[in-house]
Structures are given as structure tokens and as C-alpha cells.
């Protein structure tokens, strides 16, 4: 696996791609925070990559994905790898 990081811009990128059977590293700069659905669709499909042994590297995720990733035990796992995530500020409201 090279050091390059896909970029990705929407969260249906991010989805398709955790489909893939290569190994990965994704930028998530550009994605925007993920809603309660977006999240648990991500974590599943992360999930997924971890039980087929998918490597995964994912560059300034967003604070809901890692934390989730977090309470689910998984940033434990030998093949994810998060870096420089993201804290993303609370919206105004």
C-alpha cells in the first residue's frame, strides 16, 4: 500500500469504496460530519473491511466516525489506522 490517500467529497465515495477488496487510504478532509445514519452506515461497512482483513487507513475523519469507532472497540483493530482526525466544532443551534 503507497502513502496516497484518496480524497473523497460524499459520503456515498466513502461507502463504495469500503466495498473495495484492495487495501485503502482514504483523505475525509472534504467529507462533511456525518449524520446518525451516514455514521452507523460507516461503521458497519468498516466493520466489514476488518472481518474480511481489509486494511484500512483513514486520514482527518470526522469526530462522530472516530468516536463511534472508539466505543465500538475498533481503533484496537491491527488494520485501522486513523489519522489527524478531525475536531469537528458543534454547530450553533
Known amino acids: 500500500m503507497t502513502g496516497d490517500c484518496l480524497p473523497l467529497e460524499t459520503v456515498q465515495d466513502f461507502l463504495d469504496l469500503l466495498a473495495t477488496e484492495s487495501d485503502l487510504a482514504l483523505d475525509l478532509a472534504a467529507l462533511d460530519s456525518l449524520d446518525n445514519l451516514e455514521t452507523a452506515a ?49 454547530h450553533a443551534g
Open 42 to 90: 460507516a461503521v458497519s461497512a468498516i466493520k466489514n473491511r476488518l472481518l474480511q482483513s481489509r486494511r484500512l487507513i483513514l486520514t482527518r475523519a470526522p469526530q462522530s466516525l472516530a468516536h463511534n469507532l472508539y466505543r465500538l472497540t475498533l481503533l484496537d483493530h491491527p488494520l485501522l489506522e486513523l489519522r489527524e482526525t478531525r475536531k469537528d466544532e458543534a
